[in-house]
Nanobody, 126 residues
Framework: VQLQASGGGLVQAGGSLRLSCAVS????????MGWFRQAPGKEREFVGA??????????YYTDSVKGRFTISGDNAKNTVYLQINGLKPEDTAVYYC??????????????????WGQGTLVTVSS
């Protein structure tokens, strides 16, 4: 499985971005997807995740991003998205998408993700 993250950039505070994660070599019927971020000098932290089931993507978010972050997906394109609205300077980080085998995936646990994208940098100016 390979993951290609894209969509990062420099944005002013209050703006929006949509990050994409294109998946190849795997299908959403067997893998779950997560989004993490790592700010300079900080640990990589969980942002949210999604599972595809019965034709829909079901998202899950960490409390700190609820209401501003939205995870979605397009099964036909084998791509998941992270929409970020109301960007804040503290959202500045490298954002990573990750995939793990659904049967043993625990969303918040980085060690249960088997595959990682290369990361895409989001910089929010004040």
């Amino acid at each position: 499985v390979q993951l290609q993250a894209s969509g990062g950039g420099l944005v002013q505070a209050g703006g929006s971005l949509r990050l994409s994660c294109a998946v190849s070599g795997g299908t959403f019927s067997s893998i779950g997807m997560g989004w993490f971020r790592q700010a300079p000098g900080k640990e990589r932290e969980f942002v949210g995740a999604t599972i595809w089931s019965a034709g829909a993507f079901y998202p899950y978010y960490t409390d700190s991003v609820k209401g501003r972050f939205t995870i979605s997906g397009d099964n036909a394109k084998n791509t998941v998205y992270l929409q970020i609205n109301g960007l804040k300077p503290e959202d500045t980080a490298v954002y990573y998408c990750a995939a793990g085998i659904r049967a043993r995936l625990r969303f918040r646990d980085r060690d249960t993700y088997d595959y990682w994208g290369q990361g895409t940098l989001v910089t929010v100016s004040s």
